[in-house]
């Protein structure tokens, strides 16, 4: 007999899956307590499952409920329970395939393929089956239930359908032609099911695909103009699928496929334009194929342009007022903000730097840069993946697209329509990086309409030309163009005041560009930025804020020390030091200030640039920042003893190592001082901790701290080397895993090489010079490795010459060819005298060759 549930103990339940529904927020929360307790009880699932598919008096919503509820034990506890447990969930999930509800029944797909991914389709090739044999019922509901779970056991990236079951076949080879069919199906939802599942068996690269490639390209192009939009928008996101992994299957029809795909990027259906429009962008990445588009240039560029336009539903989701300064920032508008971490040493590419974290926007475009111009475009929409397909098309042919594009750009910014005439704003900016040098001979008419247009009457048009000018900053700040130069300035630092918080955002942004590439022609104009600065302060909500430290911080790394300026410092620090004391007495109390990290940032760029003039600020400053990091270690090591339930942040760490390195090198040696105006030096003991963190992000920021200790500390940490060292040699990791973990930890390992007494280093010294030697000596290393690896081996000839004397034949060649290509005197000079001591035991012919190689 089935398992049935008491009475009371479902009635029970059933007001609870009612409560999840409540706006009352006391009431979510004690009813959420409530339904975790429930996690414990051994029948939950079987009440939830019972709830899912036996109750259909209930509300489809509330039975849904219980299947998400369902979903989420099943993902959390699989391993628990029972075999006895998961038959019965399981014959009763598939028992109830076909529910009448659609909610319900899609509800249902999601646990039973999460059942099928967790446990693996070898141990319950039933549920194929039985799927399988539902696909062949007259019964819709039950036909178009299967084919949603199937959809979802095949998409999701942990199903292994190629492996082998008992019956000798693989799923894959059952699936594929089982499922063909269905792309001619006279229900537009069992189309579509077929296409997307099939295209993410080409999306896998299966091997089972390939032979049936031609017939499941054939049967998608019969669709492409199917009769139910919803079939077609899945047909493009099909075709750009193969594109991205078998474009060579899409060559010979190719001229066809583009027209198809310019045709459906105008279609009056947003969500199939923007699914065509994705297209443009994969093509441009097939640099072997791109060519293929040159001669659908002329029609494609025009429906790119008129694509950029803002449609009357985005203009409608903007919802922002003229004058909405005084508004506060809603808290789910706040992208949630990661610190960069700091890459220490030698790099003369950054190309070739290894992408980590706080590398990982490096390589996007502008277009899809979170921190950017995500902010100035919404969400990624038609609008801005029209105008990356021209920025992209614009890289890939140059000036070539200019006949083209010119045209209609200037029939855009003589346009009388207001939205018409934004569009080509964005367009022109758009093109500024791919067509720079022939846009060029239009900048000196270009600069001043789009400087007038900083002021134009409607805040999206003063938004975008804030932004467009950003685009070509690098050419307006070129000696011969200063006449363009203070205008442009004047004009960003009043959009930066203006009443509408989104040509604020544009402005600040395009501020700090225009800043970063002007450098110290900035340093005549800082007291008109920090009165515009400070005035923003008493402005910006909270969102604008973050920008606005960010532009704070680029003009510290323009100007440098003329920021130490007395009247400079008098106009910025007491803001920043009250932001502080305000960030500092928030910390920990679930008051959340979003601008943590840009603050601390920003902080960071001032203490530098003051140098010695950020003694005043230091000790307040720094001691925030120990504070943060106890504080965060603890909330983690609470954590992990499942004590805590409040969230904590480790970027918190990552961001107050980073500045408390930044106050080091402002202050240099006298930094001593500061550090140890504790008695206990907390510093020191959280270097080590940090080292031996479970974040890569922290490791890498503990190891540049080290590196800047050892450089003007010495004295403090010299007794510490040993404790220190016997943490840093594991993390020199000749495989990279964390490639800048890695990288710090070997300048690291330079600087204390350079001060150490040999004895202190000694015992480290083999294993140290053995994991950079494999460094360097892998061509497959990333190049600001090999170089800080031969920088580090040159200083190990400081304090252990001895070791190094008898292996330098083995490595001296490969040593000379990357250390003779470092661009930085000072690295490069010390490396090398640290070898020359090597080499002297050899005489001075030896260390005459060492020189000749290197210079």
């Given at each position: 007999?089935?398992?049935?549930?008491?009475?009371?103990?479902?009635?029970?339940?059933?007001?609870?899956?009612?409560?999840?529904?409540?706006?009352?927020?006391?009431?979510?929360?004690?009813?959420?307590?409530?339904?975790?307790?429930?996690?414990?009880?051994?029948?939950?699932?079987?009440?939830?499952?019972?709830?899912?598919?036996?109750?259909?008096?209930?509300?489809?919503?509330?039975?849904?409920?219980?299947?998400?509820?369902?979903?989420?034990?099943?993902?959390?506890?699989?391993?628990?329970?029972?075999?006895?447990?998961?038959?019965?969930?399981?014959?009763?999930?598939?028992?109830?395939?076909?529910?009448?509800?659609?909610?319900?029944?899609?509800?249902?797909?999601?646990?039973?393929?999460?059942?099928?991914?967790?446990?693996?389709?070898?141990?319950?090739?039933?549920?194929?089956?039985?799927?399988?044999?539902?696909?062949?019922?007259?019964?819709?509901?039950?036909?178009?239930?299967?084919?949603?779970?199937?959809?979802?056991?095949?998409?999701?990236?942990?199903?292994?359908?190629?492996?082998?079951?008992?019956?000798?076949?693989?799923?894959?080879?059952?699936?594929?032609?089982?499922?063909?069919?269905?792309?001619?199906?006279?229900?537009?939802?069992?189309?579509?099911?077929?296409?997307?599942?099939?295209?993410?068996?080409?999306?896998?690269?299966?091997?089972?695909?390939?032979?049936?490639?031609?017939?499941?390209?054939?049967?998608?192009?019969?669709?492409?103009?199917?009769?139910?939009?919803?079939?077609?928008?899945?047909?493009?996101?099909?075709?750009?699928?193969?594109?991205?992994?078998?474009?060579?299957?899409?060559?010979?029809?190719?001229?066809?496929?583009?027209?198809?795909?310019?045709?459906?990027?105008?279609?009056?259906?947003?969500?199939?334009?923007?699914?065509?429009?994705?297209?443009?962008?994969?093509?441009?990445?097939?640099?072997?194929?791109?060519?293929?588009?040159?001669?659908?240039?002329?029609?494609?560029?025009?429906?790119?342009?008129?694509?950029?336009?803002?449609?009357?539903?985005?203009?409608?989701?903007?919802?922002?007022?003229?004058?909405?300064?005084?508004?506060?920032?809603?808290?789910?508008?706040?992208?949630?903000?990661?610190?960069?971490?700091?890459?220490?040493?030698?790099?003369?590419?950054?190309?070739?730097?290894?992408?980590?974290?706080?590398?990982?926007?490096?390589?996007?475009?502008?277009?899809?840069?979170?921190?950017?111009?995500?902010?100035?475009?919404?969400?990624?929409?038609?609008?801005?993946?029209?105008?990356?397909?021209?920025?992209?098309?614009s890289t890939v042919f140059g000036n070539d697209i200019l006949p083209i594009t010119l045209p209609v750009l200037n029939s855009a910014l003589h346009s009388d329509d207001w939205v018409k005439l934004e569009s080509g704003i964005l367009a022109l900016g758009a093109i500024a990086e791919g067509c720079a040098?022939?846009?060029?001979?239009?900048?000196?008419?270009?600069?001043?309409?789009?400087?007038?247009?900083?002021?134009?009457?409607?805040?999206?048009?003063?938004?975008?030309?804030?932004?467009?000018?950003?685009?070509?900053?690098?050419?307006?700040?070129?000696?011969?163009?200063?006449?363009?130069?203070?205008?442009?300035?004047?004009?960003?630092?009043?959009?930066?005041?203006?009443?509408?918080?989104?040509?604020?955002?544009?402005?600040?942004?395009?501020?700090?560009?225009?800043?970063?590439?002007?450098?110290?022609?900035?340093?005549?104009?800082?007291?008109?930025?920090?009165?515009?600065?400070?005035?923003?302060?008493?402005?910006?909500?909270?969102?604008?804020?973050?920008?606005?430290?960010?532009?704070?911080?680029?003009?510290?790394?323009?100007?440098?020390?003329?920021?130490?300026?007395?009247?400079?410092?008098?106009?910025?620090?007491?803001?920043?030091?009250?932001?502080?004391?305000?960030?500092?007495?928030?910390?920990?109390?679930?008051?959340?200030?979003?601008?943590?990290?840009?603050?601390?940032?920003?902080?960071?760029?001032?203490?530098?640039?003051?140098?010695?003039?950020?003694?005043?600020?230091?000790?307040?400053?720094?001691?925030?920042?120990?504070?943060?990091?106890?504080?965060?270690?603890?909330?983690?090591?609470?954590?992990?003893?499942?004590?805590?339930?409040?969230?904590?942040?480790?970027?918190?760490?990552?961001?107050?190592?980073?500045?408390?390195?930044?106050?080091?090198?402002?202050?240099?040696?006298?930094?001593?001082?500061?550090?140890?105006?504790?008695?206990?030096?907390?510093?020191?003991?959280?270097?080590?901790?940090?080292?031996?963190?479970?974040?890569?992000?922290?490791?890498?920021?503990?190891?540049?701290?080290?590196?800047?200790?050892?450089?003007?500390?010495?004295?403090?940490?010299?007794?510490?080397?040993?404790?220190?060292?016997?943490?840093?040699?594991?993390?020199?990791?000749?495989?990279?895993?964390?490639?800048?973990?890695?990288?710090?930890?070997?300048?690291?390992?330079?600087?204390?090489?350079?001060?150490?007494?040999?004895?202190?280093?000694?015992?480290?010294?083999?294993?140290?010079?053995?994991?950079?030697?494999?460094?360097?000596?892998?061509?497959?290393?990333?190049?600001?490795?090999?170089?800080?690896?031969?920088?580090?081996?040159?200083?190990?000839?400081?304090?252990?010459?001895?070791?190094?004397?008898?292996?330098?034949?083995?490595?001296?060649?490969?040593?000379?060819?990357?250390?003779?290509?470092?661009?930085?005197?000072?690295?490069?000079?010390?490396?090398?005298?640290?070898?020359?001591?090597?080499?002297?035991?050899?005489?001075?012919?030896?260390?005459?060759?060492?020189?000749?190689?290197?210079?």
């Amino acid at each position: 007999m089935d398992w049935q549930p008491q009475e009371n103990d479902l009635s029970q339940l059933i007001m609870l899956l009612f409560n999840t529904q409540s706006s009352d927020n006391a009431v979510q929360k004690e009813n959420n307590k409530k339904l975790n307790e429930l996690q414990n009880v051994p029948d939950f699932i079987n009440y939830l499952i019972f709830v899912l598919t036996k109750m259909s008096e209930q509300p489809p919503e509330i039975r849904a409920v219980a299947g998400l509820l369902l979903k989420n034990s099943v993902a959390q506890d699989f391993k628990k329970y029972s075999p006895n447990d998961l038959i019965y969930l399981k014959s009763q999930a598939l028992s109830s395939l076909g529910d009448r509800d659609p909610l319900v029944r899609h509800t249902l797909g999601t646990v039973i393929s999460s059942l099928v991914i967790l446990g693996g389709i070898e141990n319950w090739p039933q549920a194929l089956s039985q799927l399988f044999l539902a696909l062949d019922s007259q019964d819709f509901d039950i036909v178009e239930g299967a084919w949603d779970t199937l959809r979802k056991i095949c998409e999701d990236e942990r199903t292994d359908l190629e492996v082998t079951l008992d019956n000798g076949q693989r799923p894959l080879d059952l699936m594929i032609p089982k499922f063909l069919p269905f792309f001619s199906s006279d229900r537009p939802i069992l189309r579509i099911h077929s296409i997307s599942t099939m295209s993410s068996f080409v999306q896998m690269k299966s091997e089972a695909i390939q032979q049936y490639l031609d017939v499941y390209i054939a049967e998608l192009f019969k669709r492409a103009h199917d009769n139910d939009i919803d079939v077609r928008k899945c047909v493009c996101k099909a075709i750009v699928g193969l594109l991205e992994v078998r474009p060579d299957k899409l060559i010979p029809e190719i001229d066809n496929v583009v027209d198809y795909m310019i045709f459906s990027t105008q279609s009056d259906d947003l969500d199939l334009a923007m699914e065509s429009c994705e297209f443009w962008l994969s093509f441009c990445d097939l640099t072997e194929l791109v060519q293929h588009l040159k001669p659908h240039l002329p029609r494609l560029i025009p429906v790119l342009i008129e694509r950029m336009v803002y449609s009357e539903d985005d203009l409608i989701n903007l919802n922002v007022e003229e004058n909405d300064s005084l508004v506060p920032d809603d808290s789910q508008d706040i992208k949630p903000r990661h610190h960069k971490t700091r890459f220490q040493g030698n790099s003369n590419d950054n190309s070739n730097r290894p992408s980590q974290a706080q590398d990982s926007d490096d390589d996007e475009s502008d277009f899809d840069d979170d921190d950017d111009d995500d902010d100035v475009y919404s969400e990624w929409n038609l609008r801005k993946c029209a105008a990356a397909s021209l920025d992209v098309l614009s890289t890939v042919f140059g000036n070539d697209i200019l006949p083209i594009t010119l045209p209609v750009l200037n029939s855009a910014l003589h346009s009388d329509d207001w939205v018409k005439l934004e569009s080509g704003i964005l367009a022109l900016g758009a093109i500024a990086e791919g067509c720079a040098s022939g846009v060029e001979s239009h900048l000196p008419t270009l600069i001043p309409y789009l400087i007038n247009g900083c002021s134009n009457k409607h805040y999206l048009i003063r938004s975008i030309s804030c932004w467009t000018c950003s685009r070509y900053s690098s050419w307006v700040v070129r000696p011969e163009n200063k006449q363009y130069f203070e205008p442009l300035l004047a004009a960003l630092l009043k959009a930066m005041l203006d009443q509408n918080k989104k040509v604020q955002e544009a402005a600040c942004s395009a501020f700090a560009t225009l800043e970063e590439d002007a450098g110290s022609l900035m340093i005549p104009y800082i007291e008109s930025v920090l009165q515009t600065i400070i005035y923003a302060f008493s402005k910006y909500q909270h969102k604008n804020l973050i920008i606005l430290y960010d532009s704070i911080g680029t003009l510290a790394e323009a100007v440098g020390s003329e920021l130490a300026a007395p009247k400079y410092v008098e106009v910025l620090m007491p803001h920043m030091m009250a932001r502080l004391s305000a960030i500092a007495t928030n910390f920990n109390t679930g008051v959340d200030d979003y601008d943590t990290f840009s603050f601390l940032e920003c902080l960071s760029s001032i203490a530098i640039a003051y140098g010695p003039s950020f003694r005043p600020y230091a000790s307040p400053v720094f001691y925030h920042c120990i504070s943060m990091i106890q504080e965060t270690l603890r909330q983690y090591q609470m954590e992990l003893s499942g004590s805590d339930e409040q969230d904590y942040d480790k970027d918190l760490i990552n961001v107050s190592l980073d500045l408390i390195s930044a106050i080091i090198q402002a202050l240099g040696p006298s930094s001593s001082e500061l550090i140890c105006e504790d008695s206990d030096t907390p510093l020191l003991h959280l270097v080590g901790v940090c080292m031996t963190d479970s974040s890569s992000d922290v490791r890498q920021s503990a190891f540049a701290l080290l590196g800047d200790l050892s450089q003007n500390c010495w004295e403090l940490i010299e007794k510490h080397i040993p404790f220190y060292m016997q943490h840093l040699v594991p993390q020199i990791d000749p495989h990279a895993t964390y490639a800048n973990v890695t990288n710090n930890a070997i300048w690291a390992a330079g600087e204390i090489a350079l001060r150490s007494k040999p004895q202190n280093i000694e015992p480290f010294i083999n294993p140290l010079i053995e994991r950079t030697l494999a460094i360097l000596n892998n061509p497959e290393s990333p190049i600001s490795l090999q170089e800080n690896s031969a920088i580090a081996l040159g200083r190990f000839g400081f304090c252990s010459p001895q070791v190094l004397a008898p292996i330098v034949e083995s490595f001296v060649e490969r040593w000379c060819s990357v250390l003779k290509n470092i661009t930085d005197i000072n690295e490069k000079n010390s490396a090398l005298q640290g070898m020359l001591n090597v080499v002297s035991s050899f005489g001075p012919e030896a260390k005459a060759e060492l020189e000749r190689r290197i210079i």
